[in-house]
Every structure is written in C-alpha cells, then in structure tokens.
T-cell receptor, first 113, second 114 residues
Framework: AQKITQTQPGMFVQEKEAVTLDCTYDTSDPSYGLFWYKQPSSGEMIFLIYQGSYDQQNATEGRYSLNFQKARKSANLVISASQLGDSAMYFCAMRVPGNQFYFGTGTSLTVIP | DSGVTQTPKHLITATGQRVTLRCSPRSGDLSVYWYQQSLDQGLQFLIQYYNGEERAKGNILERFSAQQFPDLHSELNLSSLELGDSALYFC?????????????FGSGTRLTVV
C-alpha cells in the first residue's frame, strides 16, 4: 500500500537554526517521486523541493535540502538558517506510477525569534 | 501569484445543493489536478486531467465530477452537498503529468456547507 507518514505534528525552531522535518514513505513501485510543499496560514500550497527515486544526489533548493535515504524509505526536509517566514505547515508527498499523489498529514513549524 | 487561478475563493452553500469550482491553470500547463483538504482527511487527490482527457482518479466521490475544457480551464462540480464536503479545494497544474518540478497550486476555494 502507498503511504506517506509525517510523525511530527508540530515543531519549534529558533530563528537562524536548522530544522529537520521527518517523512517516511511506503511503496512497492521502484519509480516514484517525493515532494515537499509549504502551506502558510494564508492557505496556498507552495512547492519546495523534489526528489526522484533514481536520483543519486540529494535534492537542494536554496535553504531547503532533502535528505533521501532510500533503504530507510525516508525523505526528510532540512531547512537551514530558519527565518520567521518559514513558520507554516509542511507537507511531504509521493507520486507513484499512474500519477497518483499521496500526501502526509503535515508538520506545523513555528520559528521562534 | 502562482499563476493558477481558482474561483471563487470562498463559497457558502446549503446541504443538498450543487456548486461549481473553477480553475485556470498556469499558462503553458496542460495538466490540471484537483485536491480536497479537510481537517480529518488531510490532503486528498481527487482527479487529474491532461489536455482535456481524464488521466488519473483518486478518492473522488460519485457526487463529484470534473472536466477540462479546450481552453484548458477545469471545473469541479460538487452535487448533493453534505456537511462533510466542507473543505479547501485546491487546483494544481503542471506542464506534463510527470513533471519533476512539482505542481503549482492555486490558492484554493474554501467551501462551507451549512
């Protein structure tokens, strides 16, 4: 069965510190894509980063990096140098063949000044 | 502005009614996806269209239907509405179905069924 799990309902981080948001996934398909999205309080969903299952290198986009551990089926998001504007809900998602998309339940991140 | 336009932003309607949510994808994007986000179910994939044709179906109820028109805009029709249909409905678009760059989401339509 396809599943995305985010076990941290809420996280706090001090401004300028790094934070890791956990995501584990389950799929039997060898080809899949992993995504992270940010949802601020205004409601829109903002694409952050993508990792393909065959990608050898961990994806990075500015202050965001994805710590992809294929054997452990984990795709943790690392945010470096946290900013107040990073306070939001963060969703991990997986796309599998057939173009089905599965989202985790989200992690609420609060950046403390 | 993400480039994906959803209207209306807010909708309040009564149980048993029918509503239509509209989505205009980002310029150049051929694929449109609909998602439902509710407090108890999280974010659920409903349906995807590519260039006017249905490509994938998720947890979409039979009371719901969608289509993508020749100009690539899409509409999600929700009928016989129930209280549990209250949610934030997102539309997203991408150039092609397997876009590695992720999908661009609209700002959503918040539906409240009373």
């Amino acid at each position: 069965a396809q599943k995305i799990t985010q076990t941290q309902p809420g996280m706090f981080v001090q401004e300028k510190e790094a934070v890791t948001l956990d995501c584990t996934y389950d799929t039997s398909d060898p080809s899949y894509g992993l995504f992270w999205y940010k949802q601020p309080s205004s409601g829109e969903m903002i694409f952050l980063i993508y990792q393909g299952s065959y990608d050898q290198q961990n994806a990075t986009e500015g202050r965001y990096s994805l710590n992809f551990q294929k054997a452990r089926k984990s795709a943790n998001l690392v945010i470096s140098a946290s900013q107040l504007g990073d306070s939001a809900m963060y969703f991990c998602a997986m796309r599998v063949p057939g173009n089905q998309f599965y989202f985790g339940t989200g992690t609420s991140l609060t950046v403390i000044p | 502005d993400s480039g994906v336009t959803q209207t209306p932003k807010h909708l309040i309607t009564a149980t048993g009614q029918r509503v239509t949510l509209r989505c205009s994808p980002r310029s150049g994007d051929l694929s449109v996806y609909w998602y439902q986000q509710s407090l108890d179910q999280g974010l659920q994939f409903l349906i995807q269209y590519y260039n006017g044709e249905e490509r994938a179906k998720g947890n979409i109820l039979e009371r719901f239907s969608a289509q993508q028109f020749p100009d690539l805009h899409s509409e999600l029709n929700l009928s016989s509405l129930e209280l549990g249909d209250s949610a934030l409905y997102f539309c997203a678009s991408s150039v092609v179905p397997q876009a590695a760059s992720g999908y661009t989401f609209g700002s959503g339509t918040r539906l409240t069924v009373v």
